[in-house]
């Protein structure tokens, strides 16, 4: 790895109006968090009184991640594609988020066959069945007979507009790129310039979904949250993260709809 900026994390920060630093800068984005998750995990905890709530939760937390990104890059003077928040450059954005479909949701694949044989065949393991019922497991990939999940197309338009493009937009996109103000140091890795604002982002949307329900296993998330920044810095926009996004969580609906299928 080949450090490329010794700037300090306690440097003058420049944000367009030249009287911003990181303090304050750390300061609005611990309390923008804070603000949109503490208001998501109200209303989850409320959508088990009011219907209304529990049927719209995934809409509300949407808007709710998108306007807040949005309304804290606007009020700072900057532009949406300051952070990432673009298509652009189309070509790259379709480059990257097809190889790290085809490479990453691979390996995965063979993980979670493995995992499961071993987990589900009455031996013992660490972190268990993972909330899923050993029951239902066909076991190995030749006994599935592969279908889609009922409403299919739905969810994949829902899983779009409603968890990835909004959870891109807030965390990689406003996170990641507000914290990239704070701190400028990098290192290369893999051919991408990465900093401490990559490992942050992932702590924060891990923590982010765990403060929702308080399911340990939400933590979890964090995990694939370094590959989505990963994308994000090394294409310069949200768009191929967005993507990736996307398929990890079709692929992983898919992937448990057959393997663990009704019983």
């Known amino acids: 790895m080949e450090e490329t900026n010794n700037r300090t994390p306690n440097s003058r920060i420049d944000n367009g109006t030249g009287n911003d630093d990181s303090a304050q800068i750390l300061k609005e984005v611990l309390v923008t968090f804070i603000v949109v998750t503490l208001v998501i995990s109200i209303l989850y905890q409320g959508g088990f009184f009011l219907s209304w709530i529990r049927n719209n939760l995934g809409g509300i937390a949407a808007v709710l991640f998108v306007y807040g990104a949005a309304w804290r890059i606007w009020r700072n003077g900057k532009e ?8 652009h450059p189309i070509s790259k954005n379709i480059i990257w988020s097809i190889s790290a479909t085809v490479a990453v949701l691979g390996v995965f694949l063979l993980l979670y066959i493995g995992y499961y044989t071993i987990v589900c065949g009455d031996k013992t393991h660490l972190l268990g069945t993972l ?46 790129g507000r914290l990239n103000e704070v701190w400028r140091g990098r290192r290369r890795i893999f051919g991408v310039e990465l900093g401490w604002a990559w490992l942050v982002q992932a702590a ?22 370094l590959a ?27 992937v448990d709809h057959n393997f663990f299928p009704p019983l």
Not at 204 to 225: C, E, K, Q, S, Y
Not at 230 to 240: D, F, H, L, M, V
């Open 228 to 254: 989505f920044g990963y994308i994000r810095e090394g294409t310069g926009s949200i768009g191929a993260a967005i993507i990736f996004h996307m398929c990890c969580n079709i692929f992983m609906t898919i």
């Open 131 to 176: 909330g899923r019922d050993c029951r239902r497991f066909v076991g190995g990939a030749g006994n599935v007979e592969f279908s889609l999940p009922s409403g299919f197309w739905e969810l994949l338009l829902a899983e779009f507009l409603v968890i990835s493009l909004p959870e891109e937009f807030f965390f990689r996109g406003y996170i990641q």
């Open 80 to 87: 949406l594609s300051d952070y990432g928040i673009t298509v």
């Open 204 to 225: 924060l949307f891990g923590l982010g979904h765990f403060l929702i329900d308080f399911n340990p296993l939400r933590l979890a998330v964090a995990l694939p949250a």
